[in-house]
């Protein structure tokens, strides 16, 4: 009887494990929901995410539940979504997609799977104006079709987030350090190149979207406690502003010299203003593309630089830089600078770490012909001729505005301590100094920049570059000078797929912020960037910068 009883029981388990297994599988296809304005959207095959972090929903969602039209070519395999104005293009296997007839950058492509096509949610909501929050811990996305979700508005009055890991540091006593003071640099960078943060793809050639776009992002930030934006505006050898000497960008009409019926970089500046937040234009120096094909050369306007100028681009790493051993063409873009300085009431100019690129650069016929001081190394000559260029154009602006302030945000590693004794104790792969060709100590001892802030993208805990050494480091180049430090840290790291655990919470950053007490050299830092922190928001972080700011 026993025996007999033991075997039913076993048949009854092996019978039962079909069925729990067909449960399991359809608890883990369910356990991403979709809802729009807080209406649950329905889905015939269930989303999924992808080993890069990217929620797939079959088409049906975007036409049936987001109510546009979409169509789909069998034969290029391509999707077409159009929504208000606005036209969506993702084709099968490709990495980039059209967007109102502009090539955007694609995390994934479209995919065929279980005989739906699947779509990456976040890009196709975000490109059709909407706000995309994904709520990790309920497995759902809540789209929103107003200009911000509801919960945008909690940083103004936020509650007291819990931050138990967080050493307690004392207090300094000089008032004019970092932290809540007012006097501190709360700043933040805005990025335009491939419309990043403002404008959205989805508003591109309308100026009451971008102009509202722009608004909300700065009362957001504010709210935040940020008193200082730095707003990219000559992404790519182009313009946000009104120019004589080169071309409208792109970002803002789809086409690069095409007039965006009103002036940006005035609007900006008068919104920040308005706001009591100072305004940085910020500058890449030297690069001239992102991309260095012959279909993206052939979309430049007449006179960009790569087109008015060919003998000065040199094609590195995928883009076309603007050669800096070439006088004329150092000159020019310090023209460009001084242009918008003599035209406009910003706050300061700002460039970041684009001079030389780290991977292999032509330049020996240039060495050769523009070596009027007989340097011996190439090394050297290129660090001699980003020294040049540093130093005219902060002659240069401080000429026509002394109380415009200058700065540059360079690679967060001027040396390791392996290439120079006196460098930090880090083993970084690249180096200001040895691969940029960015002598920083020499800009902050000559006094030829108003500030610098140093990209210290790591953690407090990567031992390759540590954030605390590299903050120790710059700390004592700049003691006893008359340079500013502000420290740029990377708020685009919380929260991501791709990054370690410590980067998994919000509190990296506010421990990092806390690290910067401890030196009355470090009068603030800037975050990169925008989006990251009142859009994406991991972790809650706008919450809790909001009251570390504030407290």
């Known amino acids: 009887m026993k025996l007999k009883n033991w075997i039913i029981g076993l048949l009854l388990i092996v019978l039962c494990i079909p069925l729990l297994s067909s449960g399991a599988a359809r608890a883990a296809s369910a356990v991403i929901t979709i809802e729009l304005d807080g209406i649950p959207l329905a889905s015939d095959v269930p989303p ?7 929620t797939m ?66 890009f196709v909501a975000e490109n059709l104006g909407l706000q995309v929050v994904w709520n990790k811990a309920a497995k759902q996305i809540s789209l929103y079709t107003g200009d911000e979700p509801p919960q945008a508005s909690d940083p103004v009055n936020p509650q007291t ?11 300094p006593t000089v008032p004019s350090i970092p932290g809540a003071g007012s006097k501190a640099m709360k700043g933040i960078w805005i990025s335009s190149v491939y419309n990043l943060d403002w404008p959205s793809a989805s508003s591109i050639g309308k100026i009451d979207q971008q102009q509202k776009e722009f608004i909300s992002l700065l009362d957001k930030l504010k709210a935040i406690g940020f008193n200082a934006v730095f707003v990219q505006v000559r992404p790519s050898g182009d313009s946000l502003y009104a120019s004589s000497l080169v071309p409208w960008s792109k970002v803002l009409t789809g086409t690069q010299g ?40 052939a979309t430049l306007a007449a006179n960009h630089v790569a087109k008015a100028h060919p003998e000065w681009i040199v094609k590195a790493y995928g883009k076309l830089y603007i ?9 020019s873009i310090i023209d460009t600078v001084l242009e918008v300085v003599k035209g406009y009431s910003i706050d300061g100019v700002h460039l970041d770490d684009y001079f030389y690129p780290s991977s292999s650069f032509d330049d020996d016929s240039t060495f050769n012909t523009y070596n009027a001081k007989n340097i011996a190394s190439k090394a050297d000559w290129r660090r001699d001729n980003i020294n040049d260029f540093v130093r005219e154009l902060g002659k240069q602006i401080h000429a026509l505005k002394p109380n415009v302030s200058y700065g540059i945000s360079p690679f967060g590693v001027w040396r390791n301590s392996k290439m ?63 340079v500013k430090l502000y420290i740029g840290q990377a708020a685009y790291k919380v929260g991501a797929a791709d990054q370690s655990a410590e980067w998994q919470s919000g509190e990296q950053i506010i421990n990092q912020l806390k690290f910067n007490e401890k030196y009355a050299e470090v009068q603030g830092s800037i975050m990169f960037r925008a989006n990251d922190i009142v859009v994406r928001n991991p972790s809650d972080l706008s919450s809790l910068l909001t009251f570390y700011f504030k407290s």
Do not use: C
């Open 48 to 54: 999924y995410i992808t080993s890069r972090n990217v």
């Open 57 to 122: 929903v079959p088409l049906g969602v975007i036409s049936q539940g987001l109510g546009a039209q979409t169509g789909w070519n069998q034969s290029s395999k391509t999707v077409t979504i159009v929504k208000a104005g606005n036209e969506l293009k993702l084709t099968n296997g490709k990495k980039t997609a059209m967007v109102n007839g502009t090539s955007v950058s694609l995390d994934n492509s479209v995919v065929i799977r279980q005989g739906r096509i699947m779509v990456p949610i976040r």
């Open 161 to 171: 987030p819990s931050v138990p890991d967080v050493p307690v540091i004392p207090k």
């Open 258 to 297: 095409k007039d965006p019926g009103y002036d940006p970089l005035e609007f900006m500046i008068d919104a920040a203003h308005a706001r009591g937040m100072q305004f940085h234009a910020w500058f890449n120096p030297f690069r001239a593309t992102t991309d260095d094909s012959d279909k993206s050369f």
């Open 323 to 331: 050669n800096p051993g070439i006088p004329e063409a150092r000159q």
């Open 420 to 482: 120079d004794s006196t460098g930090s104790d880090t083993t970084a792969g690249v180096s200001a100094y040895d691969d940029i060709y960015a002598d920083v100590r020499t800009w902050i001892k000559q006094d030829w920049v108003d500030y610098i802030a140093p990209q210290i993208y790591w953690s407090l805990s990567f031992d390759a570059a540590r954030y605390d050494k590299l903050v120790d480091w710059w700390a004592n180049e700049v003691r006893n000078t008359g």
